[in-house]
T-cell receptor
Framework: DAGITQSPRHKVTETGTPVTLRCHQT?????MYWYRQDPGHGLRLIHY???????DKGEVSDGYSVSRSKTEDFLLTLESATSSQTSVYFC??????????????FGPGTRLTVT | QKEVEQNSGPLSVPEGAIASLNCTYS??????FFWYRQYSGKSPELIMS????GDKEDGRFTAQLNKASQYVSLLIRDSQPSDSATYLC???????????FGTGTSLTVIP
């Protein structure tokens, strides 16, 4: 298994509170991603990073911010959580492989409930 | 808009049968194609990658790619109840930031 951990694995928080999710990798992969997965919507990209301090928005970035101060860590912050951000959040990593193609591997996920 | 389409299912097959999962994509620039298996409550697990036209076999799994028809499929031979999961198709356009996922096909293998 790719060396990806996420913390916390489960969290319940109240509307309006800030929340930070952490993704940690031991693979030294260049790219890191945050997705959310909801029934009927599949995986949707929130933000991604292509290097330390280099990040960009995905398709559902409103209400989320990210930071990457070290290659191995990628943080996702919900500045003021809302009930619509109740979801399962997956971190993923990627880099060029032996066949000059990017392959993406996922962490175990964080189940977030905003009450 | 780059799209990846899958039949959401559910697809049910008897144990020992061949399960066939299909995926179409909208952009001819697509370079790499992937199948992920996701058990309920778990994260997606990469099970097959395919980069060129034709078939690629790995154990009971065969991925088939037809770039002219913009079609990629996954065949699971001798299906087992443990294969029951949602299968996600993904496409990469040659850069690290361009992955696109289908919404998945739910497969149930009936003992």
């Amino acid at each position: 298994d790719a060396g990806i951990t996420q913390s916390p694995r489960h969290k319940v928080t109240e509307t309006g509170t800030p929340v930070t999710l952490r993704c940690h990798q031991t693979e030294n992969h260049r790219y890191m991603y945050w997705y959310r997965q909801d029934p009927g919507h599949g995986l949707r990209l929130i933000h991604y990073s292509y290097g330390v301090k280099d990040t960009d928005k995905g398709e559902v970035s409103d209400g989320y911010s990210v930071s990457r101060s070290k290659t191995e860590d990628f943080l996702l912050t919900l500045e003021s959580a809302t009930s619509s951000q109740t979801s399962v959040y997956f971190c993923a990593i990627s880099d060029l492989g032996q066949v000059s193609s990017y392959e993406q591997y996922f962490g175990p996920g964080t189940r977030l409930t905003v009450t | 808009q780059k799209e990846v389409e899958q039949n959401s299912g559910p697809l049910s097959v008897p144990e020992g049968a061949i399960a066939s999962l299909n995926c179409t994509y909208s952009d001819r620039v697509s370079q790499s194609f992937f199948w992920y298996r996701q058990y309920s409550g778990k994260s997606p697990e990469l099970i097959m990658s395919i980069y060129s036209n034709g078939d690629k076999e790995d154990g009971r799994f065969t991925a088939q790619l037809n770039k002219a028809s913009q079609y990629v499929s996954l065949l699971i031979r001798d299906s087992q109840p443990s294969d029951s999961a949602t299968y996600l198709c993904a496409v990469n356009y040659g850069t690290g930031n361009q992955f696109y996922f289908g919404t998945g096909t739910s497969l149930t293998v009936i003992p």
